[in-house]
């Protein structure tokens, strides 16, 4: 399976048909709009190109209606704008205004007594700090030669009190964790003094409102009447503007449907370039598209579009569409995931989905299970997620499969052996407990075949790229796959075959000469390509003959490193085989241990526990596994992905 | 080892506290506000300071109280961390106490040197609780000589007793200053020697000296760029201690210029990392300090000096949000505020 071809269009108009030229495109769905330009240089100019991007007209009036829109309790959603006759930035300017004009009053009212609630609750809030005043607000405030402030001082300050002589006194109410409410009396005369002493302690001033008046209690009587009556005040008002608004409902929603296409579409301009009367409009399609994309255009005044090769213009990528069978299609996700590959490039969907199957399987062999991982799989990808039910259910039928061969069903491990006795198979079902060393060696030649075939499609991409230093001197080239099957191969046959292969030609053809293949790996690839020897890929990098050893001294340190760390990391595939068998033994165990009515229980409750459990967590390693120990190998992931424009009716603005 | 094992969950605890501390880019969202109230309700949403701003209205709060409220906040934490494994039983853990209290005795004789009546309104109530003086009573103190008197019997005495008079029978309040601080310090580095030793001893003697040096730095370029004083008016007036030895720092006081001051500056460890267009001092040297306290906090295994290092740092971070308060408050442009960041 491969990346979907794609076309750099051109289209181009006069001036006046730009904004049916980008609806066209928005139109078709597959249209990824670029920069026509990428900057106005001063030569550019010169030419007469110059990028449409003004202010957008569209956006303060949109901004206005959504506003209405929210007084009314309107939320926004995409209608039929058939009905609508507006038409220029103006317009809707107007119908806005309108319409703050017809519910000024309502909403004026609503404002008010919504602002006199808010400040009767503050009130409130305050007074109940001075519930310990036992006097009337009146008659301590109309005191002719005592000053009074009422507010809150800083705890802190508290005790510095008692140590100015000037005459004051505090009344502390109360106090919460960091200030003390009170008031402080002072002579008139003194005022100034005493409110710079009590402001350079913090003191912050309570200003008690006008509308408080009598004691304490009458007060909060009298606050708690008047939020009543606005509250009844807002709930006219909203009767109203609610009324109002069912009326207007249906023309808001066709002006606001309208202004959003007008000023999103305006706001592609942005990406268009004009010469003179005329406008050009880039972008790519895949074509396969290409007809489709062509006949929108057929039935406009001046609009021509022009179709080329994706590679005609350097200055934009094209983006990558991944091309995959139902079969493998779900993996997708998890390649992009990574990163999309570069257009042109290796998609590795159909590999990911092959050994992620696999290896699920393998890790998480349970018929029983496997068939519930298929049915959830069914599900999720009907009603959730399509990627992720496929996933699931590709993986549990890998899962069943596997199961079959281990003879596990929901943890039973001997039920299929009758099955097997009587059709006369005598290598099955794999006990994870009798074969263990067979299943992590077999984990580990999976791990070794895997880095073999990962090292040979990084071989085949570089010769397609003609990088010959990754394709044949690399660690994942020609050199490091003859250098880590030699390796391999050598382990193998001299620790499990008995077979000695390590003879000094063999060490010296197939270890040593690739090892130092891949030490000169520069120098070597640079020799074939400009046909010269250098320590550096870059020309004007000075590199001294001890750098370059130490640098590679540790390069090469590190790709040995990580030969053997990657293989060994395909243990756990094993090591997840045994691990499935133990939990499922802890549950079985915990099932004969219970009584006899709640076994079932026990085995439904562990069952799905396993499930959950390990089943994420085998996901989870596989996907490291691709990720890491595979994809490091040949892929490179800095694809562009494909991001068609369109015409979204959000409620953001 | 046994003791120091024993007081690693601090260091852990610091590490996660340093964690949390303002970052460059909280620093330009402060910048980027248009008032003082929106300032503190941003502080109120941080994690090491919204405890402290958890009862305050930030559309009221006075200015002053907000500055007030961080350096509490930073007493406080410094306390919690000092009592998390009991390590304020030691002498030395008191260093942040003992600091407050030279800043507030030289505030009370600055303020008896200029008349006003205004030490207690400035006195920060946190330090009336843990300090080992009555302030409260000193402050009660109408002369020099009243306050002699009333330090009878207190540590302070003898570097107060020692400090110039003036004609009028006030102090010389750079001398005042010098002998404090001098008081401190050599308090300071006798606990660390008498409590310490090895690898802990070192790093609280670099961080100690390193800030000694920073301070007598700053004051020595002031006062040749400012005021034009001679390398023998300069030498007087700095502190008795140093860290990179006694010889840079006279090549340095002996400049004859600010700008020659600078290039020996950067002869030194202090002045390795400056640019070749400084902005102000002040900022270059806080942040060769500010480095090395987050290196120490970053990699040290010595809980006296990473709580040390952390304290300082604290203290950079509530001196960078007070100029970003005042800079807001008086509409300073955020580009010139930025350059005054240690960060």
């Known amino acids: 399976m491969a990346i979907e071809k794609m076309e750099l269009v051109t289209v181009v108009a006069l001036i006046d048909e730009l904004d049916t030229v980008l609806e066209k495109c928005c139109e078709s769905g597959c249209f990824q709009m670029e920069p026509a330009v990428t900057s106005v240089t001063s030569s550019a100019e010169g030419r007469g190109i110059r990028l449409l991007d003004g202010k957008n007209p569209y956006d303060a009036p949109l901004k206005k209606l959504a506003a209405v829109a929210a007084s009314l309790n309107i939320t926004p959603k995409q209608s039929d704008t058939s009905g609508c006759t507006l038409e220029s930035a103006e317009d809707f300017e107007n119908f806005c205004d309108r319409l703050e004009t017809e519910i000024a009053d309502e909403s004026e009212n609503r404002r008010r007594a919504m602002q006199t609630i808010s400040e009767r609750r503050g009130a409130v809030i305050q007074l109940n700090h001075l519930k310990g005043l036992n006097e009337e607000f009146d008659r301590i405030f109309s005191c002719k030669h005592v000053a009074v402030r009422v507010g809150k001082l800083p705890l802190d300050s508290k005790d510095k009190l008692e140590f100015y002589d000037e005459q004051f006194f505090f009344v502390p109410f109360d106090s919460d964790r960091s200030f003390c409410w009170g008031m402080y009396f002072c002579p008139v005369e003194s005022k100034e003094i005493v409110d710079e002493i009590f402001s350079s302690m913090y003191f912050e001033r309570i200003m008690i409102p006008d509308f408080v008046t009598g004691s304490v209690s009458e007060a909060f009587e009298k606050l708690e009447n008047e939020i009543k009556e606005n509250t009844a005040a807002v709930e006219r ?21 309208l202004l959003k296409k007008k000023c999103d579409i305006f706001e592609l301009r942005k990406k268009a370039a004009a010469i003179k009367d005329k406008v050009y409009v880039k972008g790519f399609i895949p074509a396969k598209e290409h007809g489709r994309f062509e006949k929108l255009f057929e039935d406009t005044r001046s609009a021509s579009v022009m179709f080329m090769p994706p590679d005609t213009d350097k200055s934009c990528t094209p983006p990558t569409i991944l091309k995959n069978s139902w079969l493998t299609r779900p993996f997708a996700m998890l390649v992009e995931m990574y990163g999309l590959p570069d257009y042109g490039g290796f998609n590795p969907t159909t590999f990911v989905a092959l050994t992620y199957t696999l290896m699920f399987g393998i890790m998480f062999g349970d018929l029983g299970q496997g068939f519930l991982v298929f049915l959830l799989g069914l599900f999720v990808g009907k009603k959730m997620n399509k990627a992720m039910g496929g ?75 003609h990088d010959y230093e990754r394709a ?37 053809l197939l270890i040593v000469i690739p090892a130092i293949c891949i030490f000169c790996r520069v120098p070597f690839a640079a020799a074939v390509k400009y046909k010269e020897l250098r320590l550096s890929e870059d020309e004007g990098e000075k590199m001294t003959v001890g750098g370059f050893i130490v640098e590679n001294f540790f390069e090469m340190f590190e790709y040995v490193l990580s030969y053997v760390s990657n293989t060994m990391s395909f243990l756990r595939v094993g090591g997840f085989v045994l691990s499935h068998a133990g939990m499922m033994l802890v549950v079985m165990t915990l099932s004969s241990g219970a009584a006899a009515l709640a076994q079932p229980l026990v085995l439904i409750l562990g069952n799905a526990f396993v499930m959950v459990m390990e089943g994420m967590i085998v996901a989870i390693q596989i996907i490291r596994l691709e990720f890491y120990e595979i994809f490091s190998r040949f892929y490179q992931g800095d694809g562009k992905p494909f991001e068609p424009v369109k015409l979204e009716f959000s409620q953001e603005q | 080892m046994g003791e120091s094992l024993a007081v690693n969950a601090t260091a852990a605890k610091i590490r996660t506290l340093f964690g949390k501390m303002l970052t460059a880019d909280n620093y330009r969202e402060m910048l980027s506000k248009h008032s003082v109230a929106e300032v503190a309700e941003y502080l109120s949403e941080t994690p090491l300071f919204s405890a402290a701003f958890k009862d305050v209205d930030p559309n009221t709060v006075h200015r002053g109280f907000l500055e007030a409220l961080l350096n509490k906040s930073n007493f406080d934490l410094y306390l919690r961390l000092c009592r998390f494994q009991g390590l304020d039983k030691e002498t030395f853990y008191s260093f942040l106490i003992q600091k407050r209290e030279c800043e507030q005795l030289l505030n009370l004789v600055n303020e008896l040197n200029s008349g006003l009546d205004r030490f207690v309104e400035t006195l920060p109530g946190y330090v009336i609780r843990h300090s080992d003086l009555d302030l409260l009573k000193l402050s009660k103190a109408e002369s020099y000589d009243d306050l002699l008197a009333m330090m009878k019997g207190s540590p302070y005495l003898k570097p107060l007793k020692s400090v110039r008079r003036t004609e009028d029978g006030g102090v010389d309040y750079t001398d005042c200053e010098l002998k404090i601080r001098t008081f401190y310090y050599n308090r300071l ?43 023998a008016q300069i030498k007087a007036t700095q502190l008795p201690f140093t860290r990179i030895g006694r010889r840079a720092m006279d090549r340095y006081y002996e400049a004859d210029t600010p700008e020659d001051m600078i290039q020996r500056l950067k002869e030194t460890v202090y002045g390795q990392k400056l640019s070749s267009d400084i902005g102000y001092i002040e900022t270059e040297m806080n942040l060769s300090i500010y480095r090395l306290m987050r290196h120490t906090v970053a990699c040290s295994a010595s809980v006296p000096a990473v709580l040390y290092a952390f304290t300082r740092l604290c203290s950079i971070e509530v001196e960078n949000i007070i100029h970003i308060i005042e800079g807001v408050r008086y509409g300073v442009e955020p580009s010139m505020l930025e350059k005054l960041l240690v960060v």
Do not use: H, W
Request: aromatic fraction near 12%.
């Open chain 2, 189 to 231: 580095i006798g606990q660390v020697r008498k409590k310490f030793s090895g690898k802990t001893k070192d790093e609280l003697e670099k961080l100690i000296y390193s800030e000694i040096d920073v301070i007598n730095i700053i004051n020595a370029y002031r006062l040749k760029a400012y005021f034009g004083y001679t390398p």
């Open chain 1, 472 to 508: 044949v001197f690399g660690n994942n080239g020609i050199a490091g796959l003859i250098f880590y099957g030699s390796v391999a191969a050598g382990v193998i046959c001299t620790m499990m075959l008995d077979i000695k292969i390590m003879s000094a030609p063999f060490i010296i």
């Open chain 1, 237 to 257: 008002a909203e009767a109203d503007l609610e009324k109002f608004a069912k009326e207007n409902e249906k023309d808001i929603q066709a002006a606001y449907t």
């Open chain 1, 391 to 465: 996933i699931m259910s590709r993986v549990g039928i890998s899962s069943m499969i596997f199961g079959t061969l281990y003879g596990s069903v929901f943890g039973f491990e001997d039920l299929l052996d009758p099955v097997y006795e009587n059709l006369g198979i005598d290598f099955l079902p794999i006990k994870a407990f009798r074969d263990t060393n067979f299943i992590l060696l077999t984990a580990v030649g999976i791990g070794i075949a895997l880095i073999v075939i990962s090292m040979l499609i990084n071989i085949a991409i570089g010769f397609k790229e």
